[in-house]
Nanobody, 124 residues
Framework: QVQLVESGGGLVQAGGSLRLSCAAS????????MGWFRQAPGKEREFVAG????????YYADSVKGRFTISRDNAKKTVYLQMNSLKPEDTAVYYC?????????????????WGQGTQVTVSS
């Protein structure tokens, strides 16, 4: 069982930066693929970034490539999403998720555990 708690969301101006954190409980954190998803008002939840269990491999949605960076610290049981050059269209609730997979997965139904989400609002 893995419990996930996101933090670090907030209000930022366009062009600014935020770093999201997702703290996990459970002794098997290091075995999980971790992902970040987001859901904007009136839209479906979408994949943002994923990282494999060791942190050696990452994958990004085209919309955030080059601006966002996902990383993890298995000793701290935490995954991060560094978001730079933020745009108003990045406004959404951001969720972290854990998948008991040894590769990066990008679809919602492959993830086993979800956090409660953290709001990110980017003003123009």
């Amino acid at each position: 069982q893995v419990q996930l708690v996101e933090s670090g969301g907030g209000l930022v101006q366009a062009g600014g930066s935020l770093r999201l954190s997702c703290a996990a409980s459970g002794h098997t954190f290091s075995m999980y693929c971790m992902g970040w998803f987001r859901q904007a008002p009136g839209k479906e939840r979408e994949f943002v970034a994923g990282i494999n269990w060791s942190g050696s491999s990452t994958y990004y949605a085209d919309s955030v490539k080059g601006r966002f960076t996902i990383s993890r610290d298995n000793a701290k049981k935490t995954v991060y999403l560094q978001m730079n050059s933020l745009k108003p269209e990045d406004t959404a609730v951001y969720y972290c998720a854990a998948a008991n997979r040894n590769v990066i997965v990008i679809t919602e139904n492959e993830y086993d555990y979800w956090g409660q989400g953290t709001q990110v609002t980017v003003s123009s």
